[in-house]
């Protein structure tokens, strides 16, 4: 995965250039991070309103039993949160993408971990400039 640390403004740039000229996408960067004050935070890879989606309270009732702990593989927290490991599995993922989450491996099993303290969502309603940003956990 390519990484660019970058302001929110350069990133703005950066995906106004491409959504006029696509090509342009091919060999940038799949994730930014944030330069300046807040070093430690990932501008998801994921749009405003994916976000908000992806944060529905099914969702964030997840993030909680992963925070616990209390599991000790993806078959456990599935029937901890009353779900299909498959669906569990493709939740995970879209999290992991959003910088969320992470996966590790352990042998054969795999366990997610919160990669994030904080997710924080700024809609601006006038112009441009709405940015998703995600605070990695310490």
Not at 65 to 74: D, R, V
């Amino acid at each position: 995965m390519t990484y660019r640390t970058g302001s929110i403004g350069e990133f703005m740039q950066w995906t106004m250039a491409v959504a006029k000229d696509p090509a342009r996408a091919g060999d940038g960067p799949k994730r930014w991070r944030e330069s300046g004050a807040a070093s430690g935070s990932a501008v998801a890879a994921v749009s405003p309103e994916a976000l908000v989606k992806l944060l529905s309270g099914d969702n964030l009732a997840l993030l909680k039993l992963i925070g616990a702990g209390g599991f000790s593989s993806l078959r456990e927290l599935a029937e901890q949160a009353k779900r299909k490991e498959s669906n569990l599995s493709v939740t995970l993922k879209k999290l992991a993408e959003a910088g969320i989450v992470t996966i590790e491996r352990h042998g054969k099993t795999l366990r997610p971990r919160l990669a994030a303290s904080r997710v924080t969502l700024e809609l601006d309603l006038v112009g441009a400039g709405s940015a998703v940003s995600v605070v990695q956990a310490a």
